[in-house]
């Protein structure tokens, strides 16, 4: 906890269509551990917001908020999420004020997965960038050690849950046994369609699909599988409510993809069937809270399909553990209760 009342500078924007979250990631918990929290409103309109846009989409820094933040006497900058840390990072390496004097904390989700793409000088250039903040807080303790081994300095990264809004992500007035369908959703980079097809061969399953066109390219789809696209934040959280179970499946990177989803679809109360990649076994556990199978394991996860449609009893106990273990151990006070141990004067 903060020996002192502390200013923390807040860089990342709520995301679209969820003002409960204001600003993003439930980071106004900070406030009960001694901090005030500023996060600056994005302003720009008309000529200046196309202007802006275009500058922050080809440059992938977060521009006005970081402009904004100069005025802020703050202690500390937080910045959520890697790209939204790319200027700030960049300012303080370079030792232009008044960033090189704050203090800096990023929340990194892709950057170890990327890391372990990238050519070896790119790489030093991203690991000299993550040093120059104070702190890295990470949302699974496994990209500590590659941190790490690609040069990160030692003690610098935190590992802290990631936290649901439980007060949204609820499961509604309709009992379990009300629910109906199976529902998948995502979009990300991690999500494995293909190995959810082939789980699906040989079932009489009927699956609705939420993603993006460019999840499918290249990819037959079932007959049983209705592509849905995308759909806007409360009809997801409804989806999420009426379902019986979501499937997360995943491919097996560093960070711990999917999770999300996952999360908010326990909150919800639907039953999570997902991969149980390193990163995501520290939020689920298989036959406890959610039915996990391993990475392009079809029959893996064709099991615990035939589980769903065989053994509804067992899934709703699960379903039910998933909700508590959130509401225990992923929330925003759990979420930001950790970080701030970090946050020292």
């Not at 699974?140 to 081994?149: A, D, K, T, V």
């Not at 494995?192 to 993603?211: I, K, P, R």
Request: charge should be neutral; include cysteine.
């Amino acid at each position: 906890m903060s020996t002192k009342l502390s200013t923390v500078l807040v860089l990342g924007d709520p995301q679209p269509g969820a003002p409960w979250l204001e600003p993003p990631f439930g980071v106004l918990e900070l406030e009960r551990h001694g901090f005030v929290v500023v996060n600056p409103r994005r302003r720009a309109s008309g000529l200046l917001k196309r202007v802006r846009d275009v500058i922050e989409h080809r440059t992938n820094m977060l521009v006005e908020d970081t402009v904004r933040g100069v005025g802020v006497r703050a202690d500390w900058v937080l910045a959520l999420l890697d790209n939204n840390a790319n200027l700030v990072l960049l300012l303080k390496k370079w030792g232009l004020p008044p960033y090189r004097a704050r203090r800096l904390a990023v929340l990194v989700c892709w950057a170890t997965e990327r890391l372990q793409r990238m050519a070896p000088h790119e790489r030093q250039n991203q690991v000299e960038r993550l040093n120059s903040a104070d702190v890295l807080f990470v949302l699974s303790s496994n990209q500590i050690p590659l941190l790490e081994s690609f040069g990160v300095a030692p003690g610098k990264t935190h590992f802290i849950p990631l936290g649901v809004e439980m007060s949204y992500f609820n499961p509604g007035p309709a009992p379990w046994e009300e629910r109906c369908g199976v529902v998948a959703i995502g979009q990300d980079e991690g999500r494995d369609y293909q190995t959810m097809f082939e789980a699906l061969e040989g079932t009489d399953l009927q699956v609705d699909l939420y993603c993006a066109g460019w999840n499918l390219e290249g990819l037959e789809l079932p007959a049983q599988v209705t592509w849905r696209g995308t759909v806007p934040r409360d009809e997801y959280r409804e989806i999420l409510r009426r379902s019986k179970a979501v499937i997360v499946p995943t491919r097996e990177f560093a960070y711990p993809t999917g999770q999300s989803v996952a999360l908010e679809a326990s909150a919800a109360g639907a039953l999570v069937l997902s991969t149980s990649t390193t990163a995501l076994k520290e939020y689920f556990e298989h036959g406890v809270t959610a039915l996990l199978s391993k990475p392009l394991d079809p029959d893996g996860l064709r099991q615990n399909l035939l589980t769903l449609l065989e053994d509804e009893d067992r899934c709703r106990e699960i379903a039910t553990r998933g909700q508590e273990r959130c509401r225990e151990r992923f929330t925003p006070q759990a979420m930001w209760s950790a970080a701030a141990r970090h946050l020292t004067s």
